[in-house]
């Protein structure tokens, strides 16, 4: 299996603009995870995914955040609009089940709003 | 509030010497603890787990010990490999929740 992939590898967006995440995670995997990481707060969770539905938000920072998973194969992560303090690493990552497994992670999207 | 915390940034250590990387947390619904390896410009990727029915895991050079009551859950890497200098992350989680990350721990091994 390739793994989890993620596109774009790199963004460079300007303020205000519409930015859009995306991510394969590994066939069979039941559950979905986004994580930003920056130097401040390290890895954190934006959103958790399980069959498809999301199980916990809590960790979106704000309504310009939003995430979908249309079906099993594919998920988005969109910023609208684009903050410079947005900057960050993006990570997905998914897993089979959520609790009492590891979960594998995508080389991750690195972000930049100027 | 963090639930995981890794409260050294930082951790130098010479080659062939013993590597412990610290890792608290505060949430008693933990039951299962990982830890992650990351080099620059890649994803995380699994090293060690451990249940919270076990108070040690061993693999190869990496064991990772609990202590429930303490909260408390270190990893140890011996003996060190300038291959093993990296960002070492302590995760946690709960039945059917999602992984919880500590703030990581840059790990420096000099030959």
């Known amino acids: 299996d390739a793994g989890v992939i993620q596109s774009p590898r790199h963004e460079v967006t300007e303020m205000g603009q519409e930015v859009t995440l995306r991510c394969k995670p590994i066939?069979?995997?039941?559950?979905l995870f986004w994580y930003r990481q920056t130097m401040m707060r390290g890895l954190e969770l934006l959103i958790y995914?399980?069959?498809?539905?999301?199980?916990?938000d809590s960790g979106m920072p704000e309504d310009r955040f939003s995430a979908k998973m249309p079906n099993a194969s594919f998920s988005t992560l969109k910023i609208q609009p684009s903050e410079p303090r947005d900057s960050a690493v993006y990570f997905c990552?998914?897993?089979?089940?959520?609790?009492?497994?590891?979960?594998?992670f995508g080389q991750g999207t690195r972000l930049t709003v100027v | 509030d963090q639930q995981v915390k890794q409260n050294s940034p930082s951790l130098s250590v010479q080659e062939g010497r013993i590597s412990i990387l610290n890792c608290d947390y505060t949430n008693s619904m933990f039951d299962y603890f990982l830890w992650y390896k990351k080099y620059p410009a890649e994803g995380p990727t699994f090293l060690i787990s451990i249940s919270s029915i076990k108070d040690k895991n061993e693999d190869g050079r990496f064991t990772v010990f609990l202590n429930k009551s303490a909260k408390h859950l270190s990893l140890h890497i011996v003996p060190s490999q300038p291959g093993d200098s990296a960002v070492y992350f302590c995760?946690?989680?709960?039945?059917?929740?999602?992984?919880?990350f500590g703030k990581g721990t840059t790990l420096s091994v000099s030959s």
């Open positions: 066939s069979g995997h039941n559950s």
């Open positions: 995760a946690a989680s709960a039945a059917g929740t999602a992984l919880i």
């Open positions: 990552a998914s897993s089979l089940g959520a609790g009492f497994t590891e979960a594998f």
């Open positions: 995914f399980n069959n498809n539905v999301p199980i916990d």
